[in-house]
């Protein structure tokens, strides 16, 4: 089944423990995206991939790293994370790096940071 | 930058018609998306207009104007299942892809 597989589902940590969270497609998209989601903000992106080894910030960039070393997986991580980073994480990706592609997104990540 | 503005709520009746209304101002235009999205789901892809006009996809149908910034998705034949929030998201001339805030729809029976 073409899917874009995230892990954790939900996740509780503290203020300055490292985290990562986990993306994989298995369709060979091209184009992979991290998206926030905070109510009444709407989707904002944080970083994103055209390709193995591409990658670029988004809007909301401070407090991520991303790595695309493999074509397939897209992880975020959080160095240091702090309060405000509590929020709904997407991933998602496309068959091409253009944004006039529909994106397919991954279940989704609850993190919550105390 | 990029703004994007759809309603926040809206409530409608089983079996009737709904239109949720999307404006935009970009720096250039390189088509506008639709996605729904339930309550701690994924978003998923309903629709995408790059030209003027109606695109009807079954019960669904989402309206474009380029000139007016200017675009609407229309439920037909509402269902209780369709209760769920309404993303629109607009690509521009730079490739960048912004979403609205979202239409959280509640169909009530």
């Known amino acids: 089944e073409a899917q874009v597989t995230q892990n954790p589902r939900y996740l509780i940590t503290v203020t300055g423990k490292k985290l990562t969270v986990t993306c994989s497609q298995n369709m060979n998209h091209e184009y992979m995206s991290w998206y926030r989601q905070d109510p009444g903000l709407g989707l904002r992106q944080i970083y994103y991939s055209m390709n193995v080894e591409v990658t670029d910030k988004g809007d909301v960039p401070e407090g991520y790293k991303v790595s695309r070393k493999e074509k397939r997986n897209f992880p975020l991580i959080l160095e240091s994370p702090s309060p405000n980073q509590t929020s709904l994480y997407f991933c998602?990706?496309?068959?091409?790096?253009?944004?006039?592609?529909?994106?397919?997104f991954g279940s989704g990540t609850q993190l919550s940071v105390l | 930058g990029q703004n994007i503005d759809q309603p926040t709520e809206m409530t409608a009746t089983e079996g009737a018609i709904v239109q949720i209304n999307c404006t935009y101002q970009?720096?250039?235009?390189?088509?506008l998306f639709w996605y729904q999205q339930h309550a701690g789901e994924a978003p998923t892809f309903l629709s995408y207009n790059v030209l003027d006009g109606l695109e009807e996809k079954g019960r669904f149908s989402s309206f474009l104007s380029r000139s007016k910034g200017y675009s609407y998705l229309l439920l037909k034949e509402l269902q209780m299942k369709d209760s769920a929030s309404y993303l629109c998201a607009v690509s521009d001339a730079g490739n960048m892809l912004t979403f609205g805030g979202g239409t959280r729809l509640m169909v009530k029976p």
């Open positions: 998602a990706s496309s068959l091409f790096p253009t944004t006039n592609e529909k994106l397919f």
């Open positions: 970009t720096s250039g235009f390189n088509g």
